[in-house]
Nanobody, 122 residues
Framework: QVQLVESGGGLVQAGGSLRLSCAAS????????MAWYRQAPGKQRELVAF????????NYADSVKGRFTISRDNAKNTVYLQMNSLKPDDTAVYLC???????????????WGQGTQVTVSS
């Protein structure tokens, strides 16, 4: 049974930082691609970043490049999202996903965590 549990969200002022964590179980973590998505009220779910296998391949949405960093600890079955220089537009529920990497793109699965709320005040 696949489980993804996110944590680390909260309320932060613009310019601040947060570190999100996603603990995974029920998967062969070190071979799975992992990703962070976010969904703001009234908007479509957006792929924020993904990371492949040992972490040698990462990819970011243009809106977060240079500010967010995705990483993984395969020994702890955990993926992280370090978010710096946060903006009010980053306010959303952040969700973890485990999927696959195919032809340069991340392909999501139907396995999602419950999400963690990030709110950035101006």
């Amino acid at each position: 049974q696949v489980q993804l549990v996110e944590s680390g969200g909260g309320l932060v002022q613009a310019g601040g930082s947060l570190r999100l964590s996603c603990a995974a179980s029920g998967i062969t973590f070190n071979v799975n691609a992992m990703a962070w998505y976010r969904q703001a009220p009234g908007k479509q779910r957006e792929l924020v970043a993904f990371i492949i296998g040992g972490g040698f391949i990462t990819n970011y949405a243009d809106s977060v490049k240079g500010r967010f960093t995705i990483s993984r600890d395969n020994a702890k079955n955990t993926v992280y999202l370090q978010m710096n220089s946060l903006k009010p537009d980053d306010t959303a529920v952040y969700l973890c996903n485990t999927g696959t990497y195919s032809r340069g793109s991340y392909v999501s699965s139907n396995y999602w965590g419950q999400g963690t709320q990030v709110t950035v005040s101006s």
